[in-house]
């Protein structure tokens, strides 16, 4: 089973930093990373590269996947897209299912993702309530995921499926980090799961603007 999970927020995301880009965009919905968000997630990858990681996850939102590929380059690894991690699903955000990049336009854009890798988890929008329906489509997941694979893992999430993540790890999830690329480790020992680091140390040159679990849409 696996012994360590990294929970990784996504980067700065295009609309934090320029409020009209969303007039203009084809994906309103799903706005890729910013300038410093992109800086934001190499600097989280030169930081996780000796940490033993072994599979990379990442939300199929375009922001998270520019993250976890960004990541998993220095890592030398694939990104495997899980819906179970998506953005909260939430219909005060999203009139109706959010419109994505296809895998195979994911698999065209971006080196590390992984074209055979199935999702585990379909969400089923809307979801109305976080802390029940996020976490059941989180947690059910991620105990699948646990089980399937060993060593150290990488999710790459939204700030709603990283924290209810570290909720089914440890409830609650005190001290965990929710700014953008934040880092959090959870380390399992003797069976119990606990919260071994919580740093932005490593961003302090990307000097991020955005805020910190909830930013834009929460997400």
Same mark, same amino acid.
């Given at each position: 089973?696996?012994?360590?999970?990294?929970?990784?927020?996504?980067?700065?995301?295009?609309?934090?930093?320029?409020?009209?880009w969303?007039?203009?965009?084809?994906?309103p919905?799903?706005?890729?990373?910013?300038?410093?968000?992109?800086?934001?997630?190499?600097?989280?990858?030169?930081?996780?590269?000796?940490?033993?990681?072994?599979?990379?996850?990442?939300?199929?939102?375009?922001?998270? #996947?520019? &993250?976890?590929? =960004?990541?998993?380059?220095?890592?030398? *690894? @694939?990104?495997?897209?899980? +819906?179970?991690?998506?953005?909260?699903?939430?219909?005060?955000?999203?009139?109706?299912?959010p419109?994505?990049?296809?895998?195979?336009?994911?698999?065209?854009?971006?080196?590390?993702?992984?074209?055979?890798?199935?999702?585990?988890?379909?969400?089923?929008?809307?979801?109305?309530?976080?802390?029940?329906? #996020?976490? &059941?489509?989180? =947690?059910?997941?991620l105990?699948?995921? *646990? @089980?399937?694979?060993?060593? +150290?893992?990488?999710?790459?999430?939204?700030?709603?499926?990283?924290w209810?993540?570290?909720?089914?790890?440890?409830?609650?999830?005190?001290?965990?980090?929710?700014?953008?690329?934040?880092?959090?480790?959870?380390?399992?020992?003797?069976?119990?799961?606990?919260?071994?680091?919580?740093?932005?140390?490593?961003?302090?040159?990307?000097?991020?603007r955005?805020?910190?679990?909830?930013?834009?849409?929460?997400?």
């Amino acid at each position: 089973m696996v012994e360590t999970v990294w929970l990784v927020r996504h980067g700065m995301r295009m609309d934090a930093e320029d409020p009209h880009w969303k007039e203009t965009a084809p994906r309103p919905h799903d706005p890729p990373l910013s300038p410093t968000g992109i800086e934001q997630a190499h600097k989280t990858g030169d930081f996780l590269k000796s940490q033993g990681i072994r599979l990379v996850f990442s939300s199929p939102f375009l922001r998270t #996947v520019q &993250t976890a590929d =960004a990541i998993a380059g220095k890592l030398n *690894l @694939r990104t495997k897209l899980e +819906s179970g991690f998506c953005e909260w699903l939430n219909p005060l955000w999203f009139p109706e299912m959010p419109e994505l990049l296809s895998l195979e336009e994911m698999t065209g854009r971006f080196a590390s993702v992984d074209a055979d890798y199935r999702s585990r988890t379909i969400p089923v929008y809307p979801e109305k309530d976080e802390s029940h329906q #996020v976490f &059941t489509r989180v =947690a059910q997941t991620l105990e699948v995921i *646990l @089980r399937a694979h060993d060593g +150290s893992i990488l999710i790459v999430g939204h700030g709603a499926s990283v924290w209810q993540a570290g909720r089914f790890l440890v409830n609650p999830p005190t001290g965990i980090r929710g700014e953008t690329c934040a880092v959090n480790k959870f380390q399992r020992q003797d069976g119990k799961w606990g919260l071994e680091l919580a740093t932005t140390e490593h961003l302090e040159a990307a000097k991020p603007r955005g805020a910190g679990w909830q930013g834009i849409q929460g997400a």
